[in-house]
């Protein structure tokens, strides 16, 4: 049985005392046999305001991580709204999305934004959340495989083997594959064109960093309880980066627990 990694992004949602209250729900609703095989790995990804309560009441050295949505790329300065790097591992995350697609679209991250804020990441001792992702007109333009090539080789540019290899128990680096037009509308990738994608960022990984080297790859757009075994049960797929359904512990789980219903 493959781990799964299983991520929620909670876009700007969740106030410190909800926050609170869902992670007591979660840690009860792990608590049954179905999570004690350590084949899953839990990220919450909460707005800043909610990182503290989150990251103390996860427990330590467990398959529950805290992150961060997004992370600036200097240490100090003049940044008025933005928050560093090593500000957010001071409160507690281990992990940080970069290149969120309504990062790139909504506040203009361009390929070369999110390739510093990559490196920086890694700098400052974070696992980066790398997504990436084609809009509906390049997917119909037939350009689906051009553009997410174009957008990893850009955020890979500084970036050295050794500073993403990861360990045995934690990766060094995660990829989201996030199709534009499946993000917040009901849709979602085929199976076939999401497992595609992942298996394509797979292998360019690889040719980038090396043969030995791998890593997770994650899907996200528009997944939920009733998609997830056919999304998670593809070779390439190792997880999924979650919006809308990790905003409640049942639809959070139950795209965990209906994968290993369909494995087992």
Same mark, same amino acid.
């Given at each position: 049985?493959?781990?799964?990694?299983?991520?929620?992004?909670?876009?700007?949602?969740?106030?410190?005392?909800?926050?609170?209250?869902?992670?007591?729900?979660?840690?009860?609703?792990?608590?049954?046999?179905?999570?004690?095989?350590?084949?899953?790995?839990?990220?919450?990804?909460?707005?800043?305001?909610?990182?503290?309560?989150?990251?103390?009441?996860?427990?330590?050295?467990?398959?529950?991580?805290?992150?961060?949505?997004?992370?600036?790329?200097?240490?100090?300065?003049?940044?008025?709204?933005?928050?560093?790097?090593?500000?957010?591992?001071?409160?507690?995350?281990?992990?940080?999305?970069?290149?969120?697609?309504?990062?790139?679209?909504?506040?203009?991250?361009? &390929? @070369? *934004?999110? =390739?510093?804020?990559?490196?920086?990441?890694?700098?400052?001792?974070?696992? $980066? /959340?790398?997504?990436? %992702?084609?809009?509906?007109?390049?997917?119909?333009?037939?350009?689906?495989?051009?553009?997410?090539?174009?957008?990893?080789?850009?955020?890979?540019?500084?970036?050295?083997? &050794? @500073? *993403?290899? =990861?360990?045995?128990?934690?990766?060094?680096?995660?990829?989201?594959?996030? $199709? /534009?037009?499946?993000? %917040?509308?009901?849709?979602?990738?085929?199976?076939?064109?999401?497992?595609?994608?992942?298996?394509?960022?797979?292998?360019?990984?690889?040719?980038?960093?090396?043969?030995?080297?791998?890593?997770?790859?994650?899907?996200?757009?528009?997944?939920?309880?009733?998609?997830?075994?056919?999304?998670?049960?593809?070779?390439?797929?190792?997880?999924?980066?979650?919006?809308?359904?990790?905003?409640?512990?049942?639809?959070?789980?139950?795209?965990?627990?209906?994968?290993?219903?369909?494995?087992?």
């Amino acid at each position: 049985m493959k781990k799964i990694y299983l991520y929620g992004n909670w876009k700007m949602h969740m106030l410190p005392s909800e926050a609170e209250a869902f992670c007591s729900e979660l840690l009860s609703g792990t608590a049954e046999e179905l999570y004690s095989t350590r084949s899953i790995d839990i990220a919450l990804f909460p707005p800043y305001i909610s990182i503290t309560p989150v990251a103390r009441m996860l427990p330590e050295n467990s398959f529950y991580k805290a992150g961060a949505q997004d992370g600036w790329f200097e240490d100090r300065g003049a940044f008025t709204g933005a928050v560093s790097m090593d500000m957010i591992r001071e409160i507690g995350c281990t992990h940080v999305l970069v290149g969120h697609s309504e990062r790139r679209s909504i506040f203009g991250d361009t &390929d @070369e *934004i999110v =390739g510093r804020k990559l490196k920086q990441a890694v700098q400052k001792g974070l696992i $980066p /959340v790398l997504c990436f %992702g084609e809009t509906l007109e390049q997917r119909e333009a037939g350009q689906t495989l051009a553009i997410l090539g174009k957008q990893l080789l850009a955020a890979w540019k500084d970036i050295e083997a &050794d @500073e *993403i290899k =990861g360990t045995s128990e934690l990766p060094g680096i995660l990829l989201a594959y996030e $199709p /534009v037009w499946a993000i %917040g509308t009901g849709r979602n990738a085929k199976a076939a064109d999401a497992q595609e994608a992942c298996a394509f960022s797979r292998n360019l990984f690889k040719e980038r960093f090396g043969e030995h080297m791998d890593c997770p790859v994650l899907y996200g757009g528009s997944v939920k309880e009733s998609n997830a075994a056919e999304l998670l049960s593809q070779q390439d797929i190792d997880g999924a980066l979650i919006g809308g359904a990790s905003l409640k512990v049942g639809s959070f789980l139950g795209i965990y627990e209906n994968y290993r219903k369909s494995a087992d």
